[in-house]
């Protein structure tokens, strides 16, 4: 699914896209003011953002909780049987008091402004990818799905193929 979907947005934007191939071939070198795009495509119509990686965070705000292995569980339950039971099962578990340190730490990341889109372990690796990329004469691009929650992937695509007419 992943691969169709990648194809249908870069359809959808492939004039901004265009643009940016053109920007990310200036570069002759990587470095952290190196454009990548950031595609939101929870809604109808997706829209094209253009970050430099150095800010990705800034654009795609980044948790230090969601990755933390007890979250991952509290995810995982919450698919299963809902919040309140994945929440009452994780307190009262083995690891209740160190998964109700990491739940608060969660709240209160979600309190301050926009809500975490991704871990900051999953923008690591996009920052690696864009070097990647780079090398290999791509674009890396980042796109945030519909659902509940989101879902983000990570993708690069050939500045040939976004700039051949």
Known sequence: MDR???????????????????????????DLNLPVGV????????????????????TLKASSTIA???????FERFEDVGLEQALTEMKSGDDGEAFCEVWQAYRDERRCGDAPMWSIEDATDFVVQSRE??????VACVAIL??????????????????RA
């Open 39 to 58: 595609i939101d495509a929870r809604r109808s119509k997706p829209k094209l953002m253009v970050s430099a990686i150095g800010t990705i965070n800034s």
């Open 68 to 74: 933390h292995p007890l979250m991952v569980r509290l």
């Open 133 to 138: 990329a780079h090398a290999d004469r791509e």
């Open 146 to 163: 519909p659902g509940d929650p989101h879902r983000i992937i990570t993708f690069s695509v050939p500045i040939a193929f976004l700039t």
């Open 4 to 30: 169709e979907t990648i194809q249908n947005l870069i359809k959808q934007c492939s004039l901004g896209l265009f643009d940016l191939a053109c920007a990310v071939s200036g570069h002759p070198s990587w």
